[in-house]
């Protein structure tokens, strides 16, 4: 498996997640409510970017620089986690329910831009042989077993 299908795989399950989090927030009467939410969907996020972040970046950093779009798509990393954390500091649960759509839309956007944009530079970059022995380091970070 390639890393960027794999990556692509973790995005749809994030999307599913992402709509049943706004469902759960919609009924949530507590802060405490939204900011397990809040921090679930951090981690998760995180976990994702952090793979990114380890495997993609060195492999395209030598095609690209460490300026630029690998640059910009770290920033953005680091504010998503940012607005996550930003649930914990509101005052009341329509504060913080605001503060969680304001993460999930940053980073529905975020991965709107890795798949329309980066994706498909790493593969004009990288070799199917790259991107498959990528793909076997990211099934090892996840426990997953693949031939």
Known sequence: ???????????????A?????ESLAAQATTMH???GLASLLNTQVSTHSKLEEELLDPA?????????????????HRDIRR????????????????CLHTALNLVRDHFKKEE????????QI?????????????????????S
């Open 17 to 21: 997640l992402f709509d049943s989090v």
């Open 126 to 146: 990288l070799s199917d042989e790259e991107q498959i022995a990528l793909g076997k380091i990211w099934a090892k970070a996840r426990g997953v077993e693949i």
């Open 116 to 123: 329309v944009v980066l994706f498909n530079i790493t593969r």
């Open 1 to 15: 498996m390639k890393l960027i299908d794999a990556l692509l795989g973790e995005h749809a399950m994030l999307y």
């Open 33 to 35: 409510q939204i900011q």
């Open 60 to 76: 395209l950093e030598p095609h690209m620089g460490v300026d630029g779009p690998l640059a910009m798509m770290n920033a953005e």
């Open 83 to 98: 607005a996550f954390k930003q649930t914990e500091r509101a005052r009341d649960v329509k504060g913080s329910i605001d």
